[in-house]
Structure formats: C-alpha cells, structure tokens
C-alpha cells in the first residue's frame, strides 16, 4: 500500500511543477526582443518626448501606414516604409517621422489638421523645392524643428513659421538664397546649409544679421572663397569646412564676441591675422588641412587647437603666447600638429605658457615628399597630479553630458 501511494504521488507532484512553470512564465520576455527589432526608430528618435504614463485623454488614432506607440502618445513614426505620399496627420501629434520613405511632394491637405505639430523630420525623402506646397509650412505655429536634409530642395522652402527655431537643410542642391527667403525667423538658433551648391554671391546682402537668436550656422561643403557677411552678434557656433576660403579679414571675429567654437578644416588658408582670434570665448579652432605656414596669437579662452596638414616648419610658441600672466593663465589642453614640416616637438616654452596642456598629438610629419617622418615623441602626455587628474575626469564626464543634452555643432548628429 506504501509503495502504492509513492506511486500516486509522483504524477501529482510533476502536475504542480508544470503549472508552477506556466504561472512564472512572463510572455513580455518573449515579444520585447522582437518590437524593438521591428521599430527600433521609436528609441532613437524621441529628443524632445518625455517618459510617461500614457495620457488617457489623448485619442488613439493614428495613420494606418505609420506606428503610435502608447508610449509615445504624441509621436508618429512613419519612417522606412516607402511611402511615396505624405498621411493625413492626427490633431493631437507634436512629433512626426517620416524620413527614409520615397516622398517626392509635400501638400497641405496631409496637415489640415496638424496644428500640434512641433517637429517634422523629412529627411531622406526625394523632395524637390517646386513640389512644396507654398505656406504648408507657415501655417504651422507651433513648429520649432524642421529636417529637410539629404532631399533633392534647390532652395529654402518659403514661408516659414516664425516659431521655427532649428531648420536643417543640409545634402541637398540649394544653390539660391532669395533676399526675403529668411524674413521674420526671428527665434531661429540653428542653420544647416552644409553639403549644398552656395557660392559668395548668395550670400551677400543681410540674409543672417537680423537673426538674433541664431547661435549657429552651418555653411560647410560648399563652395564659398570667402568669409560670410553679415552674420548676428548672437552666433557661438561657425562651421566653415571643405569650402575654398582663401583669407580671413582683418578685426572679422571681433564681430563675433561670443563665438565658442570655429572650424574652417579643409579651404585654402594661406595665413590668418595674428589677432584674428583674439576674443574672450573661444574654445575649439580647427584650422586643420590648409596651407598655414606659421602660428598665430592663442587667446586664453581656447582649449582645443587643431593645425594638422598644414605646412608649418617651426611652431613659434612666443607668437602664440606673448605674455604670461599668472592670475590669467591660458586653457589650452590639447594641439594636434601631425601632417606638418616639423623637424622637434614644440618648445618647452610652451609649459609656462600653456600650463593645462596634457596631450600633443605629433603623428607623422611631411619633412620629406616621398616618406613621411616621425618624430621620436608621436604623441606627448604630461603626467597629472592626482588633483589634476580628478578635474580632468570630472571635465570629460561634463563634455559628456553636455554632449549627450546638446547636439549643437555635430549637424549630422540628429
């Protein structure tokens, strides 16, 4: 009988097991993997969203091309589904994606009723400027943020919101500027023209010095010879790259007093003023791939210096720093000078001077045209103190914040 009763209990216990397994078994576990592997646009793309409960007063509809997902009650993502029309947008959506389709027109009938809207990205698409339907844009007042790049815009869409505060237009053909396509964007503080067909006459005349809000333009990868005029007090960011500058006037900066961060990489810089840097919030200066034969006065503002492949024999730290001034010591951390005529490191004038320097980046120098040279000292790293060493993480944890907060300056960020 004993052995009767073991034999009863064994299958008993083996039924209490299974459904111990079915009662644990989380089926969210299974299908999390397989949403973020279908959508995954929903977490990259959300830069103004914040996480919450779902408002239960916001209705649910949503165009049937596109994804609203609960967790983004106010966001419609219609990206990479090669849509060749623009759908009828929802009253209650602020974010709208729709880069990465075949769109090739943009009427004002798809935002009748899109007076929510705060950010549209149509990045990506096959958009030409004459099939933008004239005011579709303008009639969107609470519009801050609008991507145009990588279409096919031969000029900037006009009207424009006045709200509008970052317009990106970068990879496309615009190659006109008409003299009243920027009027009245009065709160606008990001520009993106890079990659475009601009010249100097276009930009000629006050198509940017009425914008005192704008903090940065970017005209990189176009075919400018010179400096472009007119531009606001306001600006802190200038992105002049892979352009054919060929000089910078006298006193330019001194019109830019709050400039933090230049870079004019790859023109054709022969020589620059000594004092054209010369203002009191410049942190960044990239002035790599050019002709420079000689340094130039550092103002004690700057961090980051980049000179690389440029021809520069001797760097003279005395032009760079004239003066020492004890209670007002320069910032400089990091020079990058590879690609140069250097034949010995920088002076050790340059650690009275630059007293935060803690990397020089030397790499290969040009001395000869057939081999390239290094010098015995690549790279220099001075040795910090534990104090310095202490600022100097709690500096790069900062950057990174401020990084991760602001993608200001990096245009093909977003």
Avoid: W
């Avoid at 960011?237 to 870079?263: C, D, G, H, T, V």
């Avoid at 000594?274 to 002709?291: P, T, V």
């Avoid at 492949?309 to 760097?315: G, L, R, S």
């Avoid at 340059?350 to 001395?367: D, L, W």
């Amino acid at each position: 009988m004993r052995i009767l009763n073991q034999l009863l209990t064994i299958p008993l216990l083996f039924g209490v097991t299974v459904i111990c397994q079915y009662e644990s078994y989380d089926f969210e576990d299974e299908y999390d993997n397989e949403l973020d592997n279908e959508y995954p646009s929903v977490f990259h793309f959300i830069p103004n969203v914040e996480y919450a409960i779902p408002d239960p007063t916001i209705p649910a509809e949503c165009a049937r091309e596109c994804l609203c997902p609960p967790t983004f009650p106010v966001s419609m993502y219609c990206d990479h589904r090669k849509l060749q029309t623009i759908p009828n947008i929802p009253t209650h959506i602020r974010q709208l994606y729709l880069q990465y389709n075949d769109i090739e027109a943009v009427l004002v009938k798809s935002f009748v009723n899109a007076t929510a809207l705060r950010e549209i990205n149509l990045s990506h698409n096959k958009i030409k400027s004459h099939m933008i339907e004239t005011g579709v844009f303008a009639k969107l007042s609470n519009l801050v943020q609008l991507h145009l790049e990588h279409n096919l815009l031969e000029e900037i869409p006009f009207p424009l919101p006045r709200g509008l505060e970052r317009l990106i237009l970068g990879f496309n053909k615009i190659s006109r500027l008409p003299s009243k396509t920027l009027d009245g964007l009065v709160n606008l503080t990001m520009l993106d023209l890079c990659n475009n067909y601009l010249d100097d006459p276009q930009l000629h005349g006050k198509h940017f010095s009425d914008m005192k809000n704008l903090m940065q333009i970017n005209l990189c990868s176009n075919r400018l010879k010179s400096m472009p005029p007119d531009l606001p007090v306001s600006l802190m960011y200038l992105s002049l790259e892979n352009n054919s500058i060929a000089f910078i006037p006298n006193n330019y900066f001194q019109m830019l007093p709050k400039i933090i961060a230049l870079r004019m990489s790859y023109n054709n810089l022969h020589e620059v003023p000594y004092n054209a840097f010369n203002i009191s919030n410049l942190m960044e200066l990239n002035l790599g791939h050019n002709k420079l034969k000689q340094a130039f006065y550092i103002p004690r503002s700057l961090q980051h210096l980049y000179i690389e492949d440029n021809i520069i024999e001797v760097i003279n730290v005395t032009l760079m720093c004239p003066s020492i001034d004890p209670l007002n010591l320069n910032h400089l951390t990091y020079i990058r000078v590879d690609q140069n005529k250097l034949t010995a490191p920088i002076s050790t004038y340059a650690f009275f001077c630059f007293p935060h320097i803690r990397s020089i980046y030397y790499g290969e120098q040009k001395i000869s045209a057939s081999q390239p040279t290094q010098l015995k000292t690549p790279v220099f790293r001075r040795y910090l103190t534990p104090e310095e060493y202490d600022e100097a993480e709690d500096d790069h944890e900062e950057q990174q914040q401020e990084e991760r907060n602001d993608d200001y300056f990096d245009p093909y960020l977003y």
